[in-house]
């Protein structure tokens, strides 16, 4: 059995609001040895985002409002600051290439952030609406990125919400959905044949068809995440695949798995 750790940013990974998976045969017993609990890496960050698990074991992560940071987690435990003034990045992802990418909240767009923490600029928009609030970011295997973009706080009534896709090479990001309240966490299955997208607000994890143009087809159900309170959200956020874990944020945690999960960079 191999085994790895899941290094989280959120202090409450499978609590409660954990997935009701339809393919969890015996729950987190597979996944989680019996006993383990949740280490703290650290605190006193201020609104922590964006795990990304790095070739060498280390991990990426970001802190959100005020902090504005980019941080890393070396294998032997040390925390560094990769990017300052970030703009709010949030989720990260690897390309194909294993360049990191991510999504600047406030600034509005998706970015390749190089070793020396520049970042470029790879999309603001399709060329005519504009990003709101990019939230989270997925890559394919020909380097297209999956980009959700739920609009900033709060919920305007009427406002919609878009889920983009970004070909390789291209600069214009096409909507390829509009129909969920607020995407967030997202995440491709491994033969890159399926999207999967969970709703902030609603208790719905949803799935779709992937076509060969990157759009989408046959939005359906994937999951219900349990134990929301009526009338609250539901708080779904980043996603990662070995099945698929959700997070429902602040101090870093690890925990030992059971699992070393996908054989593929990141997420």
């Not at 060329?127 to 919920?155: C, F, H, Q, S, W």
Request: proline fraction near 7%; charge should be neutral; aromatic fraction near 6%.
């Amino acid at each position: 059995m191999r085994t790895g750790f899941l290094l989280a940013v959120c202090g409450a990974a499978f609590l409660p609001g954990c997935a009701d998976l339809p393919q969890s045969a015996g729950g987190m017993r597979a996944v989680v040895a019996d006993g383990a609990q949740p280490e703290l890496v650290r605190e006193g960050f201020t609104f922590t985002e964006g795990p990304l698990g790095m070739p060498d074991g280390g991990l990426y992560f970001t802190d959100l409002r005020a902090a504005q940071r980019i941080h890393r987690l070396d294998p032997s435990g040390r925390i560094s600051v990769v990017r300052e003034k970030s703009n709010t990045t949030n989720g990260l992802a690897y390309t194909p290439k294993g360049e990191l990418v991510g999504v600047e909240d406030t600034g509005k767009r998706v970015s390749k952030i190089g070793q020396d923490g520049r970042a470029t600029a790879l999309t603001a928009g399709d060329g005519e609406r504009p990003l709101m609030a990019p939230n989270d970011l997925i890559v394919d295997a020909k380097g297209g990125i999956y980009i959700t973009d739920p609009g900033p706080r709060p919920l305007v009534p009427g406002r919609k919400a878009y889920v983009y896709f970004l070909p390789a090479g291209s600069a214009k990001a096409a909507a390829v959905d509009d129909s969920i309240v607020l995407p967030n966490g997202l995440t491709l299955t491994l033969d890159g044949r399926t999207l999967i997208v969970v709703d902030t607000v609603g208790d719905t994890i949803f799935a779709f068809d992937v076509q060969p143009d990157g759009t989408l087809r046959n939005k359906r159900p994937f999951a219900k995440l349990r134990d929301i309170p009526t009338g609250k959200d539901s708080g779904g956020d980043g996603m990662a695949i070995d099945r698929v874990y959700i997070t429902a944020q602040e101090g870093l945690y690890r925990m030992p798995m059971l699992t070393a999960g996908p054989d593929r960079l990141g997420k």
